[in-house]
C-alpha cells in the first residue's frame, strides 16, 4: 500500500522532539498573532463604525484588515522561518535517518544551525534554490498525467482532473525531500546537488507520488479533525469580541488547525516520504535522458543547471517566472 514506516516517522519526532517544541511556538505564535491582529482590527473597525449611526458595522472589515496585516507579515518572515526551522529540522532528521548521533536539547537546535549553514551561506541562498526547486518540481508534476500515469484506465476524464488535483496537493513536500537530499549529501555545489535531486526524483516519480498522495490524505483527515474540535473555543473566543465577526472565527480556525498540521504533522509526512525517497533512489544515478527532458520541460530547471556552472558565492538569483 505504502513504502514508509509511520512508526520509524514517530520515532524520529521524538528524537527530534527540540525542532518540535520549536516549531510549535513559532507556529503557534503565528497563529496568536493572526488572533490578535484579527481581533484589535475587529475592535477597531466596530469602534469606528459606531460612531453616529454606524451601528458597528465596520467590524468585519476591521478584522479582515487586521488578518491581510499579519499576512504580511508573515509573507516577508518566510524565507527566514524556511533558513531556521524547516531546513534545521530536516537536517537532524537526516542524521537520524543515516542512525548518527544527534545532541539533545538546545544544542540539537544550534548544531542543526550549523549545518543548515554549511550549505546555505545566507538564508537568501537557501529562499533562492527552494523557490527554483518548487518550479521545477511543478513542472513534472504537470507532465505527470494523473490517473493514467498511475493506472491507466480510458474515459475518466472528470475523475483524472480530480486526482490530479489530489497529486498537486501531495507533493507539497517534495522539495524539503531535495533539500534533506542536498543536506544528506555533504559539502558541495548545492546547484548541482539540486539538479540531480530532482532528475533522481523524476526517475522514481510514480513510487514517490503514490506514498505522496496517502501521506497528504492522512494529514488532511487529520487536520479536518483538528478543525472541528476546535471551532467551538474558538467561535466562543470571537464571541466575546464586539461586532459581527463569526465568519473570521472560522478563518482564524482554519489557521489554528493550519498550526498543529505544519508544527507536528509536516515533519511526520517529510520523514516519511523521506524514507521513500532515500530507499529509491539507493544505487541509482541520474538518467541522462531526464536531465535532457527536464531541460526542455522547465525554465528553471535549465536555470538551475547554468548555476551549476557558477562559482558557489552564496549569492541568491533572481526570481524568474515559472515555465
Known amino acids: 500500500m505504502w513504502d514508509f514506516s509511520l512508526g520509524a516517522s514517530f520515532a524520529a519526532m521524538v528524537r527530534t522532539a527540540p525542532f518540535i517544541v520549536l516549531r510549535m511556538a513559532i507556529y503557534f505564535g503565528i497563529a496568536l498573532l493572526y488572533i490578535i491582529a484579527t481581533g484589535v482590527g475587529g475592535a477597531l473597525g466596530y469602534g469606528f463604525t459606531s460612531i453616529g449611526e454606524g451601528e458597528g458595522a465596520g467590524a468585519m472589515y476591521g478584522a479582515l484588515f487586521g488578518f491581510a496585516g499579519a499576512s504580511g507579515v508573515l509573507y516577508f518572515a518566510r524565507e527566514y522561518i524556511l533558513y531556521l526551522v524547516k531546513a ?38 537557501l529562499f533562492a534554490i527552494d523557490q527554483i526547486i518548487k518550479g521545477v518540481i511543478k513542472a513534472i508534476t504537470r507532465t505527470l ?33 531535495i533539500l534533506a537530499h542536498i543536506i544528506r549529501e555533504g559539502d558541495g555545489n548545492p546547484w548541482e546537488v539540486s539538479r540531480k535531486g530532482l532528475i533522481l526524483y523524476a526517475q522514481n516519480a510514480k513510487t514517490i507520488v503514490k506514498n505522496a498522495v496517502w501521506l497528504s490524505l492522512f494529514m488532511w483527515l487529520l487536520t479536518i479533525v483538528i478543525f472541528f474540535v476546535l471551532l467551538a473555543p474558538v467561535l466562543a473566543l470571537m464571541a466575546v469580541l464586539p461586532g459581527n465577526i463569526g465568519f473570521v472565527g472560522f478563518v482564524v480556525t482554519f489557521i489554528v488547525a493550519w498550526s498543529f498540521k505544519a508544527a507536528l504533522l509536516e515533519p511526520l509526512a517529510i520523514y516519511a ?51
Open 88 to 125: 534545521g529540522h530536516i537536517a537532524v532528521l537526516v542524521y537520524h535517518y543515516d542512525g548518527k548521533d544527534l545532541p539533545a536539547g538546545k544544542g540539537q537546535i544550534d548544531f542543526a544551525t550549523a549545518e543548515v549553514k554549511k550549505r546555505f551561506a545566507q538564508a537568501s541562498l
Open 145 to 177: 498525467s494523473g490517473i493514467a500515469f498511475i493506472l491507466p484506465i480510458p474515459g475518466l476524464q472528470n475523475l483524472m482532473q480530480m486526482v490530479n488535483a489530489v497529486i498537486r496537493m501531495s507533493l507539497t513536500y517534495v522539495d524539503e525531500i
Open 273 to 323: 516520504l523521506m524514507q521513500v525517497y532515500f530507499k529509491a533512489i539507493e544505487g541509482q544515478e541520474p538518467d541522462p535522458e531526464w536531465d535532457e527532458r527536464l531541460s526542455k520541460l522547465s525554465k528553471k530547471f535549465r536555470k538551475l543547471k547554468d548555476k551549476v556552472t557558477d562559482k558557489f558565492s552564496g549569492s541568491a538569483p533572481e526570481p524568474s517566472p515559472e515555465k
